[in-house]
């Protein structure tokens, strides 16, 4: 499939037939991710990609009761960062001056740039940081379709609940939106044959030339 092809394709899974989804293919899911553009480049995020039966079934019970999260192939959890720390700002820097053997000028004048950021009040860090998170959201469910692969991003969960589940700390870091991937269940999914709605390109776009 192109890209517009997949897209057209894809929808949000209600439900999915438990199918496996290759191993190359989450990999490469997971690099895309990986690849995502976050602003400086600092990926204030994890992925955590959930196999295991029991505590799905957990998340299921005490969480996010849909179908389709123990219908899946992967489950992944996106946890956003709630502050970046000196630590997490010096291990990037110093990460990029091994990467790109910078100057300690230039690395002086990015760590400042960062700074105007992340010490400025007016700033919600947190839901700056989600919204880094949702940029990789995006990406993985368009590498998702363009695998073939069906991926529903899921809000709707008891993100407390969750997190306690997890043994995260929520001083530090959050659950902010979940992935499942998988098959979808045509004959189960009355989502399946439906058009899909969107705004005409007119009503959605304004140009100014």
């Known amino acids: ?21 290759a191993g190359s293919d989450l990999d ?6 990986r690849l995502t553009p976050t602003a400086y480049g600092l ?21 996010c009761p849909q ?29 990029m ?26 700033i919600n860090k947190f839901s700056w940081m989600i919204r880094q998170t949702y940029i990789a959201l995006g990406y993985a469910t368009v590498a998702a379709a363009m695998l073939g692969i069906d991926a529903t991003p899921i809000e709707g969960f008891d993100a407390r609940s969750l997190n306690e589940m997890l ?17 979808r269940d045509e004959q189960e999914d009355k989502l399946a044959t439906l058009p899909k709605i969107r705004k005409p390109m007119d009503l959605l776009v304004e140009r100014m030339e």
């Open 28 to 33: 490469t899911i997971l690099e895309v991710i």
């Open 43 to 63: 990926q204030p995020f994890k992925v955590v990609v959930v196999t295991n039966e029991d505590l799905i079934d957990k998340i299921y019970r005490n969480s």
């Open 167 to 183: 043994g995260i700390d929520t001083e530090k870091e959050e659950v902010v939106v979940l992935l499942t991937l998988g098959y």
């Open 67 to 95: 179908v389709v999260i123990k219908q899946c192939s992967h489950l992944l959890l996106f946890k956003a960062r709630k502050r970046l720390d000196p630590e997490y700002l010096e291990g990037f820097l110093n990460e």
């Open 1 to 21: 499939m192109d890209l517009i092809e997949a897209l057209n394709w894809r929808y949000a899974t209600k439900r999915m037939t438990g199918e496996k989804i």
């Open 97 to 122: 001056r091994r990467v790109r053997n910078a100057s300690d000028e230039y690395i002086d004048g990015y760590r400042s740039k960062i700074e105007r950021v992340i010490e400025n009040p007016e």
